[in-house]
């Protein structure tokens, strides 16, 4: 079962200080620009109203909103309560059409984003009703869900449609868990379901819809051709160019395809649909084999914000690659645990932490105000990329705030006195439905020493993590999956040592690196001219031994660097772009590397890499 946040106190040092700053900064920062911008009120807005509200404005309110709702259940904060309160809306709920003409929803769900948007609706319900169990915001929800049911369906006289964007799924069933009311459950089966079918003449539901609005869906030159399609009619960028049953490999947009991803593994964990199952299983093998960057980043194609053919992943945007959106990395964080509540699986696990430590969290600045949109692992010289305030189409930070709010059920899962530990963080749970309490004490990511200790009966299953060189447990028990499985016992206490020290990382040849780059523990690291006297445009890893540099301080963060040896390649006639002279390389030096997540906290020139040429 999953853990309720309330459950979970987190006293890791290092995660504290960040949810801490999401709490007091963060999330104050990001209600603040909704209310200069106007996305706070855009709710409350009539018909002709000046500006007029972007069709994903909505979900920022929603999203910030279920943000909020995570922190208050373990902090309570009157001005943050405020924000909350206030937000709630009721009547139909979408801003975007009711001030730009009721009579058009529902005419184009492939592009207009209103599914999506009552989706974090729903989500945000998840939240509030969990903190304040008020029903106020369950009212309204529940009023445009029987409005969504009785528009859309398999039924005769409705309609056969399904959103463009996913993410509604995932709040049907996140509400239909709450609070077990079955027409949610059969709201989501039919959206992920009817996904990608044909009618009888071959047509999707969009087509249908396109020409209903007057348009050829064949059409080069309307905008049904969307500048993001690679050609007309190409719903892979949805995943709605077949059912998910049928699918063989993840395509399209990475966002969307995570959300749909999440929801599919709730709906077999609740109905155990084995044609799923096997879909599921078969597109995780595809992403984590030939498309994720080592960070955790997804999107390798900036045109359409997804992924590209097999082992294509650049490192930078330039040329339109490595977009690596952050709310794909959050995404994938999500369904990593959702398939962890299938089958305890270390893999699940291990990539859940490496997207957590490094495609997710150096999204945010360490001043706790800036955000990244994408996250590319390489920036060039003179050209730094650094974090923005806020973003027209600002789905990031709100994405961010949550995950940090919502922390605590990521890092344990329970069933019965049964708890299993899937990330290392310093923490306390109250095992649900007993009177046992588990508490971890650890310095991860730092460190690989953790203690748990528990009072009442547990059974533990401790994650034995894919970057550790061997472990040590003060307590014998069987290994399955990648989890060690320990006896239930009442009052105990176990010392488990993982072994973590930085190591050299090779790319599989099909990427077409011939490059290394360096890890310590889960987290990645990367190389910056703020702490090296040389071109990291040009810098090249030595092959040999690694190791931990002195504690360095960067901005209030102290981290573990690491220290590595290397050459800077030079050539005399390096303006010319092909020359019969190979590069000279430099006298050995030794090179600084820092954690990815800390990187473009400092300044300095803008040249930042991950992976490095091999000397």
């Not at 018909?47 to 373990?74: N, R």
């Not at 904060?77 to 937000?87: C, F, K, P, W």
Request: proline share 5%.
């Amino acid at each position: 079962m999953s853990i309720p946040v309330k459950s979970v106190n987190i006293t890791s040092t290092f995660w504290s200080l960040m949810r801490d700053c999401c709490r007091t900064k963060t999330i104050p920062a990001i209600v603040k620009v909704q209310k200069e911008t106007g996305h706070w009120d855009c709710l409350t807005w009539h018909e002709g109203h000046q500006p007029q509200p972007h069709p994903f404005w909505d979900s920022d309110v929603y999203k910030i909103t279920e943000a909020a709702c995570y922190f208050l259940m373990t902090h309570h904060d009157d001005q943050m309560m405020a924000h909350v309160e206030e937000a709630h809306p009721d009547g139909y709920i979408n801003s975007y059409y009711t001030v730009r003409g009721i009579k058009d929803r529902w005419t184009n769900l492939r592009d207009m984003h209103e599914l999506y948007c009552i989706g974090h609706l729903i989500e945000a319900c998840v939240a509030y009703e969990t903190l304040t169990n008020s029903g106020r915001l369950l009212e309204p929800v529940m009023k445009v869900v029987r409005h969504i049911d009785a528009t859309f369906g398999a039924e005769p006289g409705k309609r056969r449609g399904y959103p463009g964007h996913q993410e509604i799924e995932i709040g049907l069933l996140r509400l239909y868990e709450l609070t077990k009311e079955p027409l949610l459950l059969k709201v989501a089966q039919y959206f992920i379901l009817e996904r990608g079918t044909k009618d009888a003449k071959g047509q999707f539901y969009w087509d249908s819809e396109a020409w209903a609005r007057g348009s050829d869906p064949e059409d080069y030159n309307t905008m049904e051709m969307r500048p993001v399609y690679r050609y007309p009619r190409d719903y892979a960028y949805h995943q709605a160019d077949c059912p998910l049953v049928e699918a063989t490999e993840l395509r399209g947009h990475a966002v969307r395809a995570m959300y749909y991803m999440t929801a599919a593994t709730d709906l077999v964990r609740l109905t155990n649909h084995d044609g799923i199952r096997s879909s599921l299983s078969r597109l995780w093998k595809d992403m984590v084999d030939t498309k994720m960057y080592i960070t955790g980043g997804l999107g390798a194609i900036r045109q359409w914000e997804g992924f590209g053919p097999a082992y294509f992943l650049g490192d930078t945007e330039e040329g339109g690659i490595c977009y690596a959106e952050t709310c794909a990395t959050f995404a994938l964080i999500v369904w990593c645990q959702r398939m962890l509540r299938l089958q305890h699986k270390s893999e699940f696990a291990d990539v859940m932490e490496i997207a957590l430590y490094n495609g997710f969290l150096g999204a945010v600045g360490l001043d706790g105000e800036s955000f990244y949109y994408e996250n590319p692992l390489r920036t060039y010289t003179g050209h730094p990329k650094e974090r923005s305030r806020w973003f027209e189409i600002a789905c990031c930070p709100p994405n961010v705030a949550k995950m940090l709010g919502n922390l605590g059920t990521f890092i344990y899962s329970a069933e019965d006195e049964s708890v299993a530990v899937h990330l290392y963080i310093e923490s306390t749970l109250e095992v649900p439905g007993t009177d046992a309490v588990v508490s971890m004490k650890t310095n991860a990511p730092w460190t690989g020493e953790v203690e748990i200790s528990w009072t009442g009966t547990v059974a533990l299953s401790l994650r034995i993590p894919g970057w550790a060189r061997g472990y040590k447990s003060s307590v014998t028990g069987e290994v399955k999956d990648g989890y060690l499985y320990l006896p239930k016992a009442t009052d105990g206490k176990v010392d488990v040592v993982f072994g973590i020290e930085p190591r050299i990382f090779y790319a599989n040849t099909k990427t077409g690196k011939n490059e290394a780059c360096i890890m310590r523990g889960p987290l990645v690291y990367c190389i910056e001219d703020v702490d090296n006297a040389i071109d990291v445009d040009n810098i090249a890893l030595s092959a040999g031994s690694v190791k931990d540099g002195s504690p360095l301080k960067i901005l209030t963060d102290e981290v573990i660097p690491v220290v590595a040896k290397g050459r800077e390649f030079k050539n005399k006639n390096n303006a010319k772009l092909y020359d019969d002279q190979p590069w000279e390389q430099s006298e050995e030096k030794e090179l600084v590397f820092i954690p990815y997540y800390a990187r473009a906290n400092r300044g300095g020139k803008g040249g930042m890499r991950i992976w490095c040429f091999r000397s």
